[in-house]
């Protein structure tokens, strides 16, 4: 008889049992209870008070902004700013349409029962950035060039994670690999690259990408700044990524390697069946909080002259019309990366519990 593979059913917990056990479980524990508790209740009335009820949300000119709460006017009024930076106005649909396929791509991948979200989960990852290629410089079918040191604001951001990302995985994978492999020469260099990247600050390649690499190139050969900022964004933060997953291949017991060699496999098809899966799953928090701190890291092109959305908020604090705002674009640059860094994480923590095989102790 088949052994049942049914989970055994959850033990609720009604909400006072819960608190007793891990609020007042001990006296200490009860003490810091009570002392957050108190912090929370103090400051969150001030808080939701500058935030919302003595802020000003309507008005036409920065002089509407005399109260004491948030100026959120300052938002609204230079929004447009802040998502697309010197975008032309009348091609910033072009912008907006990639905006909707990329949540047409991700969005999906939240529901868990949504028709074709891995065909569009695939689309993302491969088509959208094929897209992107034609629709965002123009150029191509008609569309007007723009240059790229017109794009800004939000849209830049979200190109520098999205590029760096897509590019980083594929070539810390083979990073990875050929650190572990057995041919000198190539594992040499893959040490080599890797070493040399991570020990180099971001800011540094983002300034010698900028500045110095033009003084090496051939005459008559250049690269956009924006070009030569997502090369060295990608090949900086492929260094880090075939670290985290080289940690995954290590993690892979050695039984699972004589398994594929007994069953005949090339190196290839070993790898790519056997190894990688069951080591890109154990290294899926790693890879992801390696995302994450790109996402932000992408903020430190402003030293080159790339407006971002945290560049085009501080170009716009400087402004006299706007006085004392400063914090109210801080937290909108916050909250911006707040609501896409916590995306990222809660579909990894989605993608844990469905490659969950029942090895965690």
């Not at 909108?332 to 969950?356: H, P, T």
Request: charged residues 15%; hydrophobic residues 50%.
């Amino acid at each position: 008889m088949a052994e049942s593979t049914m989970k055994p059913p959850k033990i609720a917990i009604d909400p006072v049992a819960w608190m007793r056990q891990n609020l007042f479980s001990s006296w200490y524990n009860s003490l810091l209870t009570v002392f957050v508790g108190y912090l929370v209740i103090t400051s969150a009335g001030p808080l939701f008070t500058w935030l919302f009820f003595e802020a000003t949300f309507l008005g036409d000119k920065p002089s509407d902004c005399s109260g004491t709460g948030a100026c959120w006017l300052f938002i609204s009024e230079r929004l447009n700013f802040f998502i697309y930076g010197f975008f032309p106005q009348e091609h910033q649909w072009r912008v907006d349409f990639m905006f909707g396929l990329m949540a047409l791509s991700f969005v999906p991948q939240f529901i868990e029962r949504f028709p074709g979200r891995k065909w569009f989960g695939l689309f993302g990852l491969t088509g959208l950035p094929v897209v992107g290629y034609f629709m965002i410089p123009g150029g191509w079918f008609g569309l007007e060039v723009v240059e790229s040191t017109k794009w800004g604001g939000l849209m830049l951001t979200l190109i520098l994670a999205y590029i760096g990302i897509i590019a980083s995985l594929p070539i810390g994978i083979l990073l990875a690999l050929g650190r572990r492999s057995e041919m000198p020469i190539i594992r040499g260099l893959c040490v080599v690259f890797i070493e040399v990247w991570r020990a180099v600050p971001l800011i540094t390649v983002l300034f010698m990408a900028s500045v110095m690499l033009p003084l090496f190139l051939p005459e008559g050969v250049n690269f956009e700044k924006l070009m030569r900022a997502l090369i060295g964004i990608t090949l900086w933060q492929s260094a880090y990524m075939a670290e985290v997953i080289r940690g995954g291949l290590q993690a892979i017991p050695r039984g699972q390697y004589e398994a594929a060699d007994a069953l005949g496999l090339g190196y290839w098809k070993k790898t790519g069946l056997i190894i990688l899966p069951q080591a890109l799953k154990m290294v899926i928090p790693g890879i992801v909080n390696t995302f994450i701190s790109l996402f932000k890291d992408t903020t430190l092109v402003l030293i080159i002259g790339l407006f971002d959305i945290l560049g085009t908020v501080q170009s716009t604090v400087t402004d006299p019309a706007w006085q004392n705002v400063a914090i109210e674009g801080y937290v909108f640059v916050a909250f911006c990366f707040w609501v896409f860094c916590f995306g990222i994480s809660r579909y990894s923590q989605n993608l844990e519990r469905k490659l969950d095989t029942g090895h965690k102790t």
